[in-house]
C-alpha cells in the first residue's frame, strides 16, 4: 500500500510540475526545470544562433574531455555556415595521415568529410585524465534524458532540459547530512546527486562571436540545444514529412469517407451497383 502511494506521489510530482529527483539526503526533492525551446513542438525549429553558440561552446569547453564521434564536420552546414566556412572550421583540427619515411605519424588538416576527433585516443586514457570517470560522448546524449508525455505534451521535459539542470545546479558544498565521495561534486540534477565532473560553465567564461552575454544559463541552454541536434540533425526535415503525410492522410481519408459513401447510397436505393 505503501508503494502504492509512492507513486501516486511521484505521478503527482511529474503531472504538476515537472519531473523531480529526491536528493542523497532524503529531505527533500529537487524539480528539473522545463525550458521553452523553439525546436519543440510538431511545429518547433532549430535556433540557428543557439546552435553555432551551442557549437562554440563545445568547442572551447566541452571537446577537451567529450567526444561527439557521430558527427562530421560537413553536416555544420545545417547550423548555417557556408560550405567554406565549414571547410575553414574542419582545418582547424589536425588528423593522422600515415607515417613518414622515418616511421613518425605525419599529420593533414581536417577535411569536411570527417568526424570530430576524440579527446582521447582510448578508454583508458580518458579514465586516467578525469580520475578514473569515464566522460561520456556527446552525439546521442541530447536524447537519452527525455520524458515525453502523450496525454500532457505540455508538460513533457526534454533531454536538454536535464543537460541544462545538470550544468546549472552545482553546489559549492554539499547539504548537511551529505558525505560526498572523494573527487566528487554535488549536483541537484545528477542522479545520486555526486558527479565527477567539475562545474564547467562560469558567467563570462568565453566571449560569443555574436556578442550574446555568455551567462552560465545561456551557455547551457545553448550547448543543450547542439547537443540535441547531433543527436538528431534531421529533426526538422522530420517534422516536415510527418506534416506532409499527416495532411495527406487526411485528404485521402476524406475522399474515402465520400467514395464510400457514394457507393452504398446505391445499395441503399437498392440500384444496381453495375
Known amino acids: 500500500m505503501m508503494k502504492l502511494f509512492k507513486n501516486i506521489g511521484l505521478t503527482a510530482m511529474i503531472v504538476i510540475g515537472g519531473i523531480s529527483f529526491a536528493n542523497a539526503s532524503g529531505d527533500s526533492a529537487y524539480v528539473l526545470?522545463?525550458?521553452d525551446w523553439p525546436h519543440a513542438g510538431p511545429f518547433g525549429s532549430f535556433d540557428k544562433g543557439a546552435l553555432?553558440?551551442?557549437?562554440?561552446?563545445?568547442k572551447e569547453v566541452c571537446?577537451?574531455?567529450h567526444s561527439l564521434n557521430l558527427v562530421a564536420f560537413r553536416e555544420l552546414?545545417?547550423?548555417?555556415?557556408?560550405a567554406d566556412e565549414v571547410k575553414a572550421f574542419a582545418g582547424e583540427y589536425e588528423f593522422v595521415a600515415g607515417l613518414d619515411d622515418e616511421g613518425e605519424e605525419k599529420f593533414r588538416k581536417g577535411l569536411p568529410q570527417d568526424y570530430f576527433p576524440a579527446p582521447f585516443v582510448s578508454e583508458e586514457e580518458a579514465r586516467d585524465a578525469n580520475s578514473g570517470a569515464?566522460?561520456?560522448d556527446f552525439s546521442l546524449l541530447g536524447k537519452s534524458r527525455e520524458h515525453l508525455s502523450l496525454f500532457t505534451?505540455?508538460?513533457?521535459?526534454?533531454?536538454?532540459?536535464y543537460i541544462v539542470g545538470i550544468l546549472t545546479t552545482y553546489h559549492e558544498e554539499a547539504p548537511h547530512?551529505?558525505?560526498l565521495a572523494e573527487g566528487m561534486n554535488f549536483n541537484e540534477t545528477f542522479t545520486g546527486n555526486q558527479i565527477a565532473m567539475m562545474p564547467p560553465l562560469s558567467d563570462d567564461l568565453l566571449e560569443y562571436a555574436d556578442g550574446t552575454k555568455a551567462?552560465?544559463?545561456q551557455m547551457a541552454q545553448d550547448v543543450a540545444t547542439f547537443m540535441y541536434w547531433a543527436a538528431e540533425p534531421k529533426m526538422e526535415e522530420r517534422k516536415r514529412m510527418g506534416l506532409k503525410v499527416i495532411l495527406f492522410m487526411t485528404l485521402l481519408t476524406i475522399m474515402l469517407y465520400f467514395v464510400n459513401k457514394s457507393v452504398w447510397r446505391k445499395v441503399k436505393n437498392g440500384n444496381d451497383l453495375v
Do not use: H
Not at 52 to 58: F, S
Open 63 to 65: 571537446s577537451a574531455c
Open 153 to 161: 505534451p505540455w508538460n513533457s521535459v526534454y533531454g536538454e532540459d
Open 52 to 58: 553555432q553558440r551551442g557549437l562554440q561552446v563545445y
Open 177 to 179: 547530512g551529505v558525505e
Open 77 to 82: 552546414t545545417a547550423l548555417g555556415y557556408t
Open 215 to 217: 551567462t552560465t544559463l
Open 134 to 136: 569515464l566522460p561520456p
Open 33 to 35: 526545470k522545463k525550458n
